[in-house]
Structure formats: structure tokens, C-alpha cells
């Protein structure tokens, strides 16, 4: 069976876009104005000098070719803090060293196994090209830095340690560093790279994942923001870690969720905007909103707003 790659998409300007989405805004339909909402309040990000703007995600968007739009995201200087999920860097990294294909959700899964593949959504990652890549790769790379005397490594200094190791033009991790964008991950256990770095810490139990140092980084980001945005793609400890930090200072002045999960069961995930004012995570006069739409098809036609409306802003 031939399989299709899965192609990263790009981020390119597009007045036609902007016309769309400002169209979309005008007729007031259902998510389509709230897409048109979220295009504007980042937007407003952007043009505000004295934000930092917070980008959060969970790791399967890395998994398809919204991946392309995040790095050029982080490539055009449209983000200054990334926090997202373990699962971001295995993808990132398994995607630098080998490919990912298009499925279906509705394969047999025990035939996907068979054939040596994971099914992530309608995504096909190969089994050799995530784990035990993973590990040839890591391991060594672990070795290497116990050798020069890195025994003890924040999430921020692991992800630009990974954006070293890749070196990947393709890769967010690559690029983060390039940019000097640091990349928290608050639960760096839960994934393959996390998997990684226990089995190392059973060779050398000195080693160390230091999250207290993220956790100092993300205070003093805060605190020395005049004010501060965020784009939420998703939920989870991503999204919450973003706007946990974010309520020490008073809230956030933008913030605006992209997620597909409902309220009704009190997730985080489903919480709303509104429900993080009552927390004094976002500011009650913020400029947010809450869109229901799943990512891949909103953040392309969002990223490719706000940067279009930046380069037109740029051009005057």
C-alpha cells in the first residue's frame, strides 16, 4: 500500500484572507465570527509592543502539517514564549528524522499495528520512526551532554539542547532556538523524550530534569511584561500552565482559545475565557474570546490574518 506523505503546511500573506475573514466577522454567523474574533485579538497581539505573547498547544498538531504554520509563526516573530506537551518534541523530532502518513480514522487498528504503525487521529506515524528513533538518537546525545557536565537541565534548556541536536530547518525546535524562543514543557515525563531521559537517569541518577527553573524563568517573563497575550490552541497542562502563571500578574491584557471541548463536565479544557476571569487568569477588560473549532482548520486561516495585517501594518 502506498501511503501519502503528511506535507507541512506554510505561512504565506494573503490580502484575500484578510478580506475573508473580515467577511466572516460582517456576517455575524455562529463560529465564523468568532473565528473572525480570535484573527483580531492576535492580531492586536502583534501590534501591541509591550505584550509578550504566550503561544500554548498539545503535542498532536505537531503530528500534521500545522506544524509548518507554528514554525513559521515562531520564524516571523509572532511568538516570545511557547508552552506546550512532551508529545510536542517526540513529533518534532520524529518528523525531522523521518516522515509521517496520511490515514483514516476509520482503519482497523489492529492491521495498523501489524503493518507497523500508530494511528494518531487520521495521521500514520511509523513505529521505528518514533520510539526507537527516539532512543538511538537520545541516548548517545544524553551521554553527551553528562559528559560536559549537564547533569541538570530545565525544559527550556532541553528544548534548545533538542533544537541543537536536530538541526532541521523544518523543525520547531530548530527554529525556537534560532529565535530565541524558549519552549517550557510542564510535564516533560509524559512522552517519548521523557521516556528517554528516565531510562538515562537509571544509568546516572544524577541527572535531573529541573522544573523549578522553568517554573523561575516563567515568573520573571511575567513580571517583566508590561503586558502579556496568549493564543490557546487546545487544553490541557499546556493551556493551563499558560494561564496559571499568567493570573500572578493580574491576567492576561488578550487571550483567546481555540479548543473543541465542552464546559459541562468542568474541564479546563472546555472552561471558556470567561470562566478564567473569575480566577484572575485574564483581565475582566481583556480584549478574548473562545472559538470551538478544531485547530488544523482554524490557526491557518488565524496565523495567516495577524500576519498579514503585521506586514501591511509594517509597510506604512
Known sequence: ????????????????????????????????????????????????????????????????GLRGVVVDMVKEGMVDVIITTCGTLDHDL???????????FNLDDAKVQRMGYHR???ILVPLDDYGPTIERKLQPWLDRLYAEGKTSLSTEELSSELGKLVNN????????????????????????VGSQIWLFANKRSDFRVDIIKDEKRLSDIVFESKKTGALVIGGGISKHHTIWWNMFKGGLDYAAYVTTAVEYDGSLSGAQVREAISWGKVKE???????????TIALPLIATYAFTRKGQRQAV
Request: glycine content about 6%; hydrophobic content about 40%; charged content about 25%.
Open 1 to 64: 500500500m502506498k501511503l501519502e506523505k503528511v506535507v507541512d503546511m506554510r505561512l504565506r500573506p494573503s490580502t484575500q484572507v484578510v478580506r475573508l475573514v473580515d467577511e466572516m466577522h460582517a456576517a455575524g454567523g455562529f463560529m465564523a465570527k468568532d473565528l473572525a474574533e480570535v484573527a483580531r485579538i492576535y492580531s492586536d497581539m502583534l501590534s501591541d509592543a509591550s505584550c509578550t505573547r504566550f503561544l500554548s498547544f498539545p503535542a498532536a498538531p505537531m503530528a500534521t
Open 94 to 104: 520524529a518528523r525531522s528524522w523521518g516522515a509521517y502518513y496520511q490515514g483514516s
Open 120 to 122: 494518531l487521529g487520521n
Open 169 to 192: 530547518k523544518c523543525s520547531l525546535l530548530y527554529w525556537a532556538r534560532e529565535k530565541k524562543v524558549p519552549i517550557f514543557v510542564p510535564g516533560p515525563m509524559d512522552g517519548a
Open 285 to 295: 477588560k481583556a480584549k478574548q474570546t473562545t472559538l470551538y473549532s478544531e485547530a
